[in-house]
């Protein structure tokens, strides 16, 4: 893994939490759209990563978002919930041989097809269990609406940052 | 045993997903009722001061909002002020100052906010040191805002009124009516009035204000006006929307209200729920 890559792929991490934190934390478009750019934080991390590992990593980053939203264990039982269905996902989406083991999870090693999806879907399981928690199933409908409308948002902001982070290549390069 | 071990680490990730889902929801049933929490929450230091970051930026972008509020809480004082100076000057006497004096109000300014999800929070800049207790109420100039959970040294978290939860006993201003305010979860500028009796006259636009019954908040402050009436023909209590009077997503100043005679009130309720009957 060359340092570049490396570097860059840490500063992905980074500012995906930072951007959350700080920017749009209190952000809520007509009461029904949020924006939860930090589970991106964990889509990118190498295919070769330890699936123990990065269950952990997102516990710890869903009680590090608990802590600033007041609801301490929902956002690390709806990140580690995903950081569990990242890899069946991942399996689903890609035809064997297709892409190398040491492959980015990138838009040019991927392709905008599989990435929209990837990150879609993945958003979708996070957003459905995050807010299905918070609220329980009575409004069950106004539950839903906030559902798709975030998952459409927090996708956006999540490919709009697989864009600007995109690198070729692979792990060993 | 080998094969148990076998067995273990062969479901290692899925054991590992399944105990810290369990750890999560152990987290949401202890902490969230709890008010003892507060080293998770925005009341911690460090999470405050990063906050603080966030909610400077998001002022800026409020800064009329919130220059008005302020200008119409100032007009809101002086009327108060010019009322009192005409007491002042009809000699006005308190009869009993023993009573004079049973609420005292607190400023603090929101460090944290929200409006849209199922359960909100509200965390202002005033904490243990400043005199804040758990289960002091918060009012702003507009009417009832929520009710303090948990506080730090210098922070405290507070349920806002749009927490699912939070129930507000509540009257009827001009009938005297007693019922209860929660919110529905749906929208931040409404929520429902429960348990009025449909012997009660209620009209659209009615004012609905806090009883004082729980020494939590003073009597008599705005909680919000009747919007909606609905009532089927064998139902016991009306369904009422009300439009909330506070404009949340625009707060910005707060004050904790701190019911001096509320200990002895408490005590004394406690006495009689514990003797035993005559």
């Not at chain 1, 069946?88 to 999806?117: A, F, H």
């Not at chain 1, 918070?134 to 409308?149: E, Q, R, T, V, Y």
């Not at chain 2, 997503?249 to 406690?270: G, I, M, T």
Request: contains cysteine.
């Amino acid at each position: 893994m060359s340092l570049n890559s490396l570097l860059r792929l840490v500063f992905t991490f980074l500012f995906l939490i930072a951007l959350q934190v700080l920017l749009v934390r209190t952000f809520v478009l007509f009461h029904v759209g949020f924006c939860f750019v930090y589970v991106g934080a964990i889509f990118f991390l190498p295919q070769k990563t330890n699936r123990m590992i990065y269950i952990v990593i997102a516990f710890s980053l869903g009680i590090l978002m608990d802590m600033f939203y007041d609801s301490i264990g929902i956002h690390a039982a709806a990140m580690t919930w995903v950081a569990f269905l990242r890899q069946p996902i991942y399996d689903l989406l890609t035809p064997k041989g297709s892409v190398s083991e040491n492959s980015w999870i990138s838009i040019s090693n991927m392709g905008w097809r599989w990435m929209i999806l990837y990150v879609s879907i993945l958003c979708f399981a996070h957003h459905i269990f995050l807010f299905y928690i918070d609220a329980g199933f009575n409004n069950f409908f106004f539950s839903l609406l906030k559902i798709i409308f975030s998952t459409f948002l927090s996708s956006l902001a999540i490919l709009w940052i697989a864009k600007i982070s995109d690198q070729k290549g692979s792990e060993n390069a | 045993m080998q094969r148990f071990f076998d067995l273990l680490f062969k479901y290692r990730v899925f054991l590992l997903f399944f105990g810290l889902e369990i750890t999560s929801f152990y987290f949401i049933f202890k902490f969230n009722s709890y008010q003892s929490s507060y080293f998770f929450s925005t009341s911690s230091y460090y999470i405050a001061q990063t906050i603080q970051v966030n909610q400077s930026i998001e002022e800026y972008f409020n800064l009329k909002k919130i220059n008005k509020n302020l200008s119409s809480e100032n007009a809101y004082l002086r009327s108060l002020l010019a009322i009192k100076q005409a007491k002042v000057q009809a000699d006005y006497q308190i009869k009993d100052s023993i009573r004079a004096k049973s609420f005292e109000f607190m400023t603090a300014k929101l460090v944290n906010n929200s409006t849209s999800r199922s359960n909100n929070y509200i965390t202002i800049n005033k904490g243990k040191l400043d005199g804040v207790k758990p289960g002091m109420g918060l009012i702003s100039t507009q009417g009832v805002v929520g009710k303090i959970r948990n506080v730090s040294d210098h922070y405290s978290v507070a349920y806002s009124l749009l927490h699912t939860m939070v129930l507000v006993s509540s009257k009827i201003k001009k009938q005297n009516a007693f019922c209860t305010t929660q919110w529905d979860g749906f929208l931040p500028s409404q929520a429902n009035l429960l348990y009025l009796p449909r012997h009660i006259k209620v009209k659209v636009g009615d004012s609905v204000v806090t009883t004082g019954f729980n020494t939590i908040y003073p009597e008599g402050v705005m909680i919000g006006r009747v919007k909606s009436i609905d009532i089927k023909p064998d139902e016991t209590f009306y369904k009422i929307k009300l439009t909330l009077s506070s404009d949340f997503s625009a707060l910005s100043y707060v004050y904790v209200v701190k019911n001096l005679e509320q200990p002895e009130v408490d005590s004394l309720q406690n006495l009689s729920l514990t003797e035993k009957k005559p």
